[in-house]
């Protein structure tokens, strides 16, 4: 049986239950003071019109690892959630 997860945006981290901040768009101010990305499981029907599937094999993991887990870097100041920036 194949599974299906998807990025979501939550307010709680991760061992705690997902809780989902719903936006119009995922740039859009989502009220809470710290976002965290998180996997959940897709539940629904699988629909080809609205579903893209990204296999994560071992080499797009690692490549996902380099670009944004390893890289030793210090946030300055975060992103605006003004539509024009």
Avoid at 4 to 20: A, D, N, Q
Avoid at 38 to 62: D, G, V, Y
Wanted: glycine share 2%; proline share 11%; charged share 25%.
């Amino acid at each position: 049986p194949q599974s299906f997860f998807k990025l979501v945006r939550s307010s709680t981290p991760p061992g705690e239950e997902i809780k989902l901040i719903n936006t119009r768009r995922p740039y859009d101010d989502p009220k809470v003071s710290r976002v965290y990305y998180r996997f959940m499981q897709e539940r629904t029907t699988i629909l080809s019109k609205t579903h893209l599937p990204l296999e994560l094999n071992e080499a797009k993991l690692l490549r996902l690892y380099e670009q944004f887990i390893a890289p030793d870097y210090t946030v300055t100041q975060m992103p605006s959630y003004e539509p024009k920036s």
